[in-house]
Nanobody, 122 residues
Framework: QVQLVESGGGLVQPGGSLRLSCAAS????????MGWYRQAPGKQRELVAA???????GYADSVKGRFSISRDNAKNTVWLQMNSLKPEDTAVYYC????????????????WGQGTQVTVSS
């Protein structure tokens, strides 16, 4: 199994910054893509940003130029740097990784973190 531990959420004023982190552990064979999703009350979960093993990135239009995703493959960790935060960024943010395990190295699936609350409010 793969466990994901997220941290870094909290309350921040509009225009402020937060940095989320997500560390993967367990019987990991390989981690492929890593990403961050968010879900606001009454809305569907949406992809915010993703990064491949090689470092290619993609972002939702709503966060381009404000958010930055990065990863450390040796540490199985992904970060989301969020700048110029807006009230509409308020949501629970979830880490997601596409990974395989030691017991089934050819089978890859997605794993989710427990979520961390980000609230942008004055």
């Amino acid at each position: 199994q793969v466990q994901l531990v997220e941290s870094g959420g909290g309350l921040v004023q509009p225009g402020g910054s937060l940095r989320l982190s997500c560390a993967a552990s367990g019987s990991i064979s390989s981690i492929y893509s890593m990403g961050w999703y968010r879900q606001a009350p009454g809305k569907q979960r949406e992809l915010v940003a993703a990064i491949t093993y090689g470092g290619s990135t993609g972002y939702a239009d709503s966060v381009k130029g404000r958010f930055s995703i990065s990863r450390d493959n040796a540490k199985n960790t992904v970060w989301l740097q969020m700048n110029s935060l807006k009230p509409e960024d308020t949501a629970v943010y979830y880490c997601n990784v596409d990974a395989s395990t030691i017991v089934a190295p050819l089978y890859r699936r997605g794993y989710w973190g427990q979520g961390t609350q980000v609230t942008v409010s004055s």
